[in-house]
């Protein structure tokens, strides 16, 4: 059970967009439909913002968007707001309930 | 409005144990998959242990296997997470969490901090 690849940082000026990709294997996100996405902010709970690879809990800006091609889900910020600066997390299911977690991505907004 | 408080945390030696617990409210505790996740400081969240809705089911990560246990009382409305065997690298702040009916975690606990540390 290795910990998902995700990119360390990235960054983007307010209304751009921004994509966080997560890389698995063939026995978690190529394997199954369940991806999902959280926000952490400094000190606060995580937030669930994508469930099964590309939906959306309702209360949740649709400028979030997820997807997944193989072994990679991507997490996709558009109009990217001062507000969505902070760490996001993705988790696959890895089989009969086991789960992993992302190395976790830290956004900026420039 | 969901509420998920935990409590039990603290600091215990190397190879002592601690017993976590979590209180529910705001929803039908029975009805849902819960689960526990850390978060070392500074570091990303890891995924501990997940229990069944009537508690016969249960999953870990490798490294706890055989030394944690997860437990929940549906009566009242609290989910447990037994430590035993505690080492350096299980130092982390530990959050319950629901699964709630969209395959997420849906709910969290602002979490207990566990120090293991001589």
């Known amino acids: 059970q290795s910990a998902l690849t995700q990119p360390r940082s990235v960054s983007g000026s307010p209304g751009q967009s921004v994509t966080i990709s997560c890389t698995g294997t063939?026995?978690?996100?190529?394997?199954?439909?369940?991806v999902s996405w959280y926000q952490q902010h400094p000190d606060k709970a995580p937030q669930l913002m994508i469930y099964e690879v590309s939906k959306r809990p309702s209360g949740v800006p649709n400028r979030f968007s997820g997807s997944k091609s193989g072994n990679t889900a991507s997490l996709t910020i558009s109009g990217l707001q001062a507000e969505d600066e902070a760490d996001y997390y993705c988790c696959s299911n890895a089989g009969s309930h086991i789960y992993v977690f992302g190395t976790g991505t830290k956004v900026t907004v420039l | 409005e969901v509420q998920l408080v935990e409590s039990g945390g603290g600091l215990v030696q190397p190879g002592g144990s601690l017993r976590l617990s979590c209180a529910a409210s705001?929803?039908?505790?029975?009805?849902?998959?819960m689960g526990w996740v850390r978060q070392a400081p500074g570091k990303g969240l890891e995924w501990v242990a997940n229990?069944?809705?009537?508690?016969?089911?249960?999953y870990y990560v490798g490294s706890v296997k055989g030394r944690f246990t997860i437990s929940r009382d549906n009566a009242e409305n609290s989910l447990y997470l037994q430590m035993n065997s505690l080492r350096g690298e299980d130092s982390a702040i530990y959050s319950c969490a629901r699964w709630g009916v969209t395959a997420g975690l849906d709910s969290w606990g602002q979490g207990t901090l566990v120090t293991v540390s001589s």
């Open positions: 229990i069944a809705p009537g508690g016969s089911d249960k």
């Open positions: 063939s026995s978690d996100v190529g394997a199954y439909n369940y």
């Open positions: 705001g929803f039908t505790f029975s009805s849902y998959w």
